[in-house]
């Protein structure tokens, strides 16, 4: 079969399509059918159907005779140390893992937040999640205590998994008081939190509630799985929304997993056993689904990456990781691969590894520039393929289908719609444009299996967010347009949200944290090109009358407070106080003008704007700081 051909008949009868992608789980009652329609423009899939993640991504690989099997092999050169975790070792680390949160009261339903590094502690903690339905929520180390504690908050967790710290280059990140000071903010608080300690640094537990990951296993029963509904979120994970409040999108059990084992073969062509390495983290959409979750349920080895892709030690790690392990499918984020280019423009680093048994590298977390793409196709004589996805979707939403038929590469195009997507380009008015004109991308309803039924406690947000701007549609918040032969091009959000090195931040986050600062009446965060890392944010503050103070002190305090407020992923390193913002006649800021300026591209003067000249003392304040040089 064709790609065309597998798309047509995932629109033309998804119920045949998806329950046959069913029979590829493990059902302990297997769905009466698919789709479930709850009414209103809201959708389930396999709802009646009783299954377990954990039995489908570990047992029942153990069951048939492949326990020997690496499961995870964890490379950390930020530690010196390689371990591989075969599907054995696993299942039993794991049992013991859910047992002891079954003796801690945790049950089906209960909430339980991880934050944890990248250690296969963090892939056992999800999968003991999954082994007993409690639905777990993994919060990226890279967020401060205050951004925990608001997950707290919204998801009211029975237990933390937690390690003692992270480790970046040159410095630990001590988890442990970033933890405590979360749970001292939030409202909500656990009943116990489970310390894995690492050598880097050992916390002080606190008596009562925080217990030794390993000691709190001796003498429990190992925990067997337990069924649950197709719909059964597996997990939350919050993302960045136009505000300051993250997003809890959920992942419904059956769905996920069938999409997601559907993809591994049909989009990143691995066979069962094959290596396959996706080098995010744990914290984020990429790491929940295919360093977890996909690859294990297909039967595949994970590599669990601890390390950059530079700096630990050098710009060929990512190449010896490949060569060392056999990895057949790399998936990282265009970021990376320009900072590996960065540092080694001419690939001398990848010359010293065979990397013969690599298939080819997909890409994807934000837009794949060009240059990258051809730099990374030259250097490793491979395919790349871009593909486009969301935490929303959990999978490819438009991709080259490389192991069902691979498609030409168009460069600049993620290529085209997978199976159940029936993605369609909009005008404002909700009516579909034709090719080769940019409109908001959206995707007809229903969404395809594994993606978002619903946000966390929060489904009239769910609706706002997503499915009142196009009755009937999806709203992705991309927009882009598809060409004549069905190619989809993805060039900007429609909303606040940036994309800062692949990971994706929302600026009205930031301003609500800028706005905090007791100098500041107004202010208004972008973000901007940036060479390595896609885009980067900046502030524009303007101070309350009377504040006299030197503005090198007011802006380092902005700076300090977003890194202590969100974390030192929001990368926010840039703020610049001016004397008034630019603002349509109705008071709207002009964000998009100001990107424009900095970056130094030309742009046509806003028909609504209020006053032009802000424009020009907006330019030359940007000037000061190294920006709207063009
Ligand atoms: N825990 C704690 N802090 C973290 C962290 C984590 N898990 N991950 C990142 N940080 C910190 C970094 O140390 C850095 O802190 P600093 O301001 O003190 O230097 C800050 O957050 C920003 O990190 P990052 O944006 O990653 O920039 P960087 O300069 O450290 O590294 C790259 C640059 C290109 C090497 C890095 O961005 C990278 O590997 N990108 C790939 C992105 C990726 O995989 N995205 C996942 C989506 S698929
Ligand atoms: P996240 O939910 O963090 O994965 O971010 C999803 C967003 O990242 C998308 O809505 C896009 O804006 C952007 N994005 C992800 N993949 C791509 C891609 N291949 N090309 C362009 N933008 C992308």
Known sequence: ???????????????????????????????????????????????????????????????????????????????????????????????????????????????????????????????????????????????????????????????????????????????????????????????????????????????????????????????????????????????????????????????????????????????????????????????????CYAPLVHGNTTVVFEGKPVGTPDAGTFWRVIAEHNVRSFFTAPTAIRAVKREDPKGLERRKFDLSGLRALYLAGERADPDTIEWAQDILGTPVYDHWWQTETGWTIAGNPAGLEALPVKIGSPTVAMPGYDVQILDEAGHPMPPGELGAIAVKLPLPPGTLPTLWNATERFRKSYLNAFPGYYETGDAGMIDADGYLYIMARTDDVINVAGHRLSTGAMEEVLASHPDVAECAVVGVSDQLKGQSPLGLVCLTTGVNRPHSEITAECVKLVREKIGPVAAFKNALVVDRLPKTRSGKILRATVVKIADGVDFKMPATIDDPVILDEIKTALQTIGYAQG
């Open 1 to 291: 079969m064709t790609y065309r051909d597998v798309y047509q008949s995932s629109l033309a009868d998804p119920e045949k399509f998806w329950m046959s992608a069913a029979e590829a789980i493990d059902w302990t009652t297997p769905p009466s059918r698919a789709l479930f329609d709850r009414g209103d423009n809201l959708y389930e899939w396999f709802a009646d159907g009783l299954l377990n993640g954990c039995y489908n991504a570990v047992d029942r690989h153990v069951e048939a005779g492949r326990g020997a099997q690496a499961a995870i092999i964890h490379d950390s050169p930020m530690t010196g140390t390689k371990t591989t975790v075969t599907y054995a070792d696993l299942q039993q680390r794991v049992a013991a893992l859910a047992g002891t949160l079954v003796a801690q009261g945790v049950g089906k339903g209960d909430r339980v937040i991880i934050y944890m590094p990248m250690v296969p502690e963090a892939l056992e903690a999800m999968l003991a999640c999954a082994r007993i339905g409690a639905i777990h929520s993994v919060v990226f180390g890279g967020f401060a205590a205050n951004e925990l504690a608001v997950r707290i908050d919204d998801c009211a967790p029975k237990a933390i998994l937690a390690a003692s710290c992270g480790l970046e280059p040159g410095r630990v990140v001590k988890y442990k008081p970033l933890l405590d000071g979360a749970i001292e903010l939030a409202d909500h608080k656990p009943d116990v939190c489970l310390i894995l300690q690492r050598d880097e640094e050992r916390a002080e537990l606190i008596p009562g509630r925080d217990l030794d990951w390993h000691a709190a296993q001796e003498g429990v029963t190992p925990a067997d799985c337990v069924p649950v509904e197709g719909n059964h979120p597996a997990y939350i994970l919050y993302t960045s929304g136009t505000t300051g409040a993250p997003k809890g999108v959920v992942r419904p059990t059956a769905g996920h997993l069938v999409a997601l084992n559907w993809t591994m073969k049909n989009i990143y062509n691995v066979d069962p056993g094959d290596v396959f390495w996706a080098a995010s983290d744990v914290g984020w959409v990429v790491g929940h689904s295919y360093i």
